[in-house]
Every structure is written in C-alpha cells, then in structure tokens.
C-alpha cells in the first residue's frame, strides 16, 4: 500500500487559505483523531492518531474531547491558524459552547481547547461522514486506502459552509448518556 506523502496534487492558487478540519470519534474500545489539510477544492489526510479507552470507565463525549491534542501540535508546527473540528456527539458541542460551569474533568478539556487551539470552531458532523470513526475498530487496507479516509467526507471541500453538517444547537438528542460498560 502507497501513501503519497504530497499534500496536493495540483498547483493551487494562492489565494486560498490553508485549514486544518480535526475529526473526533469514540466508540466503547478506542477514541481518535484525524486531521485533514484543506487548500482550495483539495483534501489530504495529515495525520491520525487514536488510543485504546481508559480502563477507568468515562463517558464516550469525555474521550472525543481529549482529540483535540493532535490538531494542537499541527496547528503549532505547520502555523496554520484556521482549524475546525467535527464531532458527533451534541454533548461535546454543547459543554464548548455553554457559558455555564461544568465538572472538573471537562472544564479543563475544554479550557485547554481554547486556549491552546487558536481560531478554532467546533461543528457537527454525523456519524457516517466522519472519518473518525474508522480508527475505533478494525479495517481493512482497501477502507484505509479509499476517498473517504484518504481526502475526508466529500462535502469537506465546499467553500459554502452552508452546505456543511449543521448543528442548531438543540440538545435534546444530545441528552442520552453513552457511558462505557
């Protein structure tokens, strides 16, 4: 199996700016991160990174939040300022967003998300679109080697953020607890 270590394949324009989208996912086995680099209509796979659950037990949302780490390391290595991750989970969505006080563990998950990741938005991408979840379980190399995983889902390069997943902010769905058993 080859992975062409050239981000993009045609000469770009430069007047387009360089992002960095950060999808996360946790399953009840494993959570992890992927990170796409986007210029103009053209995606690569930057980097991935996952890890087996902890064995003390935590909800799901918890370990999609601890994702954020990778696109902190690339923001800060490459100086791309303009990041946006994706999630599933409205829970994550909605502590980043309340101005309200939360537990320990996910006050300073998310205090570090926002002091650490600069220009960033969180949004909502459904399960079957991200990325993500594909480092939770067992693939095979044809998975590893098709569009989806390699340049990320096929809207992530439409400029029209309108047409992207969108989240209204409504939690109603969000409030099912996913907890590890």
């Given at each position: ?142 998975k590893v080697k098709n569009t989806f995983w390699m340049n990320g ?29």
């Open positions: 199996m080859e992975i062409p270590r050239c981000y993009f394949t045609d000469s770009i324009d430069t007047n387009f700016t360089t992002e960095l989208h950060v999808f996360t996912y946790s399953s009840l086995v494993a959570y992890g991160a992927c990170v796409y680099i986007i210029k103009g209509e053209q995606a690569s796979l930057m980097k991935s990174s996952n890890r087996v659950a902890p064995i003390k037990e935590i909800t799901l949302p918890k370990m999609e939040l601890m994702g954020s780490r990778l696109a902190k390391h690339l923001q800060k290595t490459l100086g791309i300022m303009d990041v946006i991750f994706w999630c599933d989970s409205q829970i994550v969505l909605k502590w980043i967003t309340s101005p309200k006080p939360q537990k320990k563990f996910i006050s300073n998950q998310v205090k570090e998300i926002k002091e650490n990741v600069h220009n960033r938005q969180w949004r909502y991408c459904p399960t079957d679109s991200n990325p993500a979840d594909l480092l939770t379980r067992e693939i095979s190399a044809d889902p096929q809207w992530l390069t439409i400029k029209s953020e309108s047409e992207w997943p969108q989240w209204n902010g409504n939690t109603e769905c969000a409030l099912e607890t996913r907890r590890r058993t």
